[in-house]
C-alpha cells in the first residue's frame, strides 16, 4: 500500500518580522526543488538555493533586513524561519525516516553530514575557515545559520568538514550535505507512513 501524498501535503508558510528583519518562507517538503531566493545577500542567496535544490524541498524566502549594519541578524532570522517552516510542514512526524547521513565532495573538499529530524535539536560544528569572507559575507556567519535552523526546525545536526582548502568548497558542501541528508530523514518510508519512528512512540522527549 502506498503511503498517502496528495491528501496530506506537507507544506508551510512562515513570517517573521522584528525590529530588525522581516522574513517570509515558504516550503514545501515534496515539491521538485524550485527555488526563489532573495535575502539581499547574494553568497546567502547561493547557498538557500542550492539547499533547496538538492534536498527537492521547494524554498521561497523573501527576507529583509538591516544590512547597512551587517549579515548578521538577516543571515540567522533567516535560518530560524526556514527551520520554522520545515518543522511546521512535517506535522507530527508520522512515516519520516528520521535519520539522515550525506558525505559530499566538492573537488578537494569532502564534508559529512547526519542529522535525526528527533524534536531534540542540537548543533555539532566541525568548521573551520581560513578566510574571514566569502564575498562580503563574514564566514563566521554560517554556523550561526546553521545553529539557527537547528534549533527551530528541532533537528540533531552534525556537520564535519573532513577535509578541505577553498572556504566557497567547503561551506557549499555543508549546504548540500545539509540538503541530501534532510531529503532522505523527511522522505516518507512506505512500510512504516502511519508510525511515529520511535519506541517510545514519540519524538522529542
Same mark, same amino acid.
Given at each position: 500500500m502506498n503511503a498517502p501524498t496528495a491528501a496530506t501535503p506537507r507544506t508551510a508558510m512562515v513570517e517573521r518580522k522584528t525590529r530588525e528583519t522581516e522574513i517570509l518562507v515558504s516550503v514545501n517538503l515534496d515539491g521538485t526543488g524550485e527555488y526563489d531566493?532573495?535575502?539581499?545577500?547574494?553568497?546567502?542567496?547561493?547557498? *538557500?538555493?542550492?539547499?533547496?535544490?538538492?534536498?527537492?524541498?521547494? *524554498?521561497?524566502?523573501?527576507?529583509?533586513?538591516?544590512?547597512?549594519?551587517d549579515f548578521h541578524h538577516t543571515t540567522e532570522d533567516t535560518?530560524?524561519?526556514?527551520?520554522?517552516?520545515?518543522?511546521?510542514? *512535517?506535522?507530527?512526524?508520522?512515516?519520516?525516516?528520521?535519520f539522515g547521513t550525506a558525505t559530499i565532495p566538492m573537488d578537494e573538499t569532502c564534508t559529512r553530514v547526519a542529522l535525526d529530524v528527533s524534536n531534540r535539536p542540537y548543533l555539532v560544528w566541525r568548521v573551520d575557515f581560513t578566510r574571514p569572507k566569502l564575498g562580503e559575507m563574514d564566514t563566521e556567519l554560517f554556523k550561526e545559520w546553521f545553529q539557527a535552523f537547528a534549533q527551530a526546525a528541532g533537528i540533531t545536526l552534525h556537520v564535519?568538514?573532513?577535509?578541505?582548502?577553498?572556504?566557497?568548497?567547503?561551506?557549499?558542501?555543508c549546504y548540500k550535505g545539509l540538503a541530501r541528508a534532510l531529503r532522505d530523514a523527511i522522505e516518507i518510508d512506505l512500510r512504516q507512513y502511519s508510525d511515529i519512528p520511535s519506541t517510545k512512540g514519540v519524538l522529542g522527549d
Open positions: 531566493v532573495d535575502t539581499g545577500i547574494g553568497f546567502l542567496d547561493h547557498m *538557500l538555493e542550492s539547499f533547496s535544490k538538492h534536498s527537492a524541498i521547494d *524554498l521561497k524566502v523573501r527576507a529583509q533586513g538591516d544590512l547597512h549594519i535560518g530560524i524561519v526556514i527551520g520554522q517552516a520545515v518543522n511546521r510542514a *512535517l506535522g507530527d512526524l508520522k512515516g519520516i525516516r528520521r564535519d568538514n573532513l577535509y578541505g582548502e577553498n572556504n566557497h568548497h567547503i561551506v557549499e558542501s
